[in-house]
Every structure is written in C-alpha cells, then in structure tokens.
Antibody, heavy 117, light 109 residues
C-alpha cells in the first residue's frame, strides 16, 4: 500500500524559506503513470494546490505561487521536496504531499508549518 | 479565491439523502475537465471519494455518487450516516492550475 509522509520544520521565520520533504513508501516515485505534488490548507480554510513534479524533473506550479515555489525530486531516495521562499504569516498551513494522476490520491497525513518570529 | 463554489453547509437526518453542488464556469468544469470529490473527516487529511465525475475508488460505499452537467457537478450521499459528518471538497482544473471548491460541511442531525 502506497504511503506518503511529510517531514520538516514546524516553525519558520517570516522572510525565510520553508522546506519540506515527502518520503514515498510502498511504491516507486519513478512510476511513469503519476505526478507527485503538494497541497496546503490554512487553519480553518480550504485547499490550495501548490505544484507537481514528474520523476524526470518536469514541474508545474500554481501561477499564484510560482515565483516563490521550487519542487524537486530525488529518485534514489524515493523522495520529493518543496521549497517556498519569502514566507509570511499567510503561508501558515498544513502542508500535504500527494500523488496525482488527475486527481489526488493518496495523501500524506499532513504537517503544520507555522510562520512566526 | 476559489473558482469552484460550494454551499458552506448542508445537513440531514440519518437515512436521508443530501446533495452538494459544485458550480464552476466555462474555463473549468464547462471546458470538459473532470471533477473529483474528497472527504475530510475532522483532524485528518482529505481522502479521495469520487474520481472522474462519477467513479468510486475501491472501499468507498455506494451511498456516495457523483455527477456532472454543464458547468456544475454534484455529490450525493444517500442513507446518510453519522460517520459521514465531514467537510467535502470538489476539485477540477482551470487555467494551468488544479483548483478546489470552497468546501461544504455536512452535518448529521
């Protein structure tokens, strides 16, 4: 059974870079059928797609976040990562990693990242 | 600001049927992009409920059904149960971005 697990700091200072890693188990990130990506959910609010990556390194980002987002993949470790630069309090959210054909399934359990000094 | 609009809340008694609408436009649902639905139980990650407008993943009860017409889609829950109390989100594609609905809280009375 495919499982995804997010990891990274739970607290980031304003203007710094948020960095998270998703470890995939129970399957290969190099599968040709899927993209891998990140979605976030501010406390008490809805879902926002951040971006996706293919195992070859091709990336697709939400236009509203594109200038600040970098998603990368490490096939040797079966991991992919998110970097979000110049964070503000508005970036405080639960960050989920996901697998995507055209829908998102499965989801990681999510990790809360708080932006605060 | 989401481009897919859902009612903030719907409610029903156990055993009743409830529906959740997802209203889009000609640039997303109306353009032919599929709609998918997710269930988010309190304090947990969203879970895929319906994919490709009307398909249920393995393990999802047939009480849940989806449909799409024009620029809108709907999720129906028949035989409402206490464990269906959750937030529900629709999802589609629009302008080079995957987009979610505003979310609907289902309350079982």
């Amino acid at each position: 059974q495919l499982q995804l697990q997010e990891s990274g700091p739970g607290l980031v200072k304003p203007s710094e870079t948020l960095s998270l890693t998703c470890t995939v188990s129970g399957g290969s990130i190099s599968s040709s059928s899927y993209y891998w990506g990140w979605i976030r959910q501010p406390p008490g609010k809805g879902l926002e797609w951040i971006g996706s990556i293919y195992y070859s390194g091709s990336t697709y980002y939400n236009p509203s976040l594109k200038s600040r987002v970098t998603i990368s993949v490490d096939t040797s470790k079966n991991q992919f990562s998110l970097k979000l630069s110049s964070v503000t309090a508005a970036d405080t959210a639960v960050y989920y990693c996901v697998r995507r054909p055209e829908w998102f399934d499965p989801w990681g359990q999510g990790t809360l990242v708080t932006v605060s000094s | 600001q989401s481009v897919l609009t859902q009612p903030p809340s719907v409610s029903g008694a156990p055993g009743q049927r409830v529906t959740i609408s997802c209203t889009g436009s000609s640039s997303n649902i109306g353009a032919g992009y599929d709609v998918h639905w997710y269930q988010q139980l309190p304090g947990t990650a969203p879970k895929l409920l319906i994919y490709g407008n009307s398909n249920r993943p393995s393990g999802v009860p047939d009480r849940f059904s989806g449909s799409k017409s024009g620029t809108s889609a709907s999720l129906a829950i028949t035989g409402l149960q206490a464990e269906d109390e959750a937030d529900y989100y629709c999802q589609s594609y629009d302008s080079s971005s995957y987009v979610f609905g505003t979310g609907t809280k289902v309350t079982v009375l």
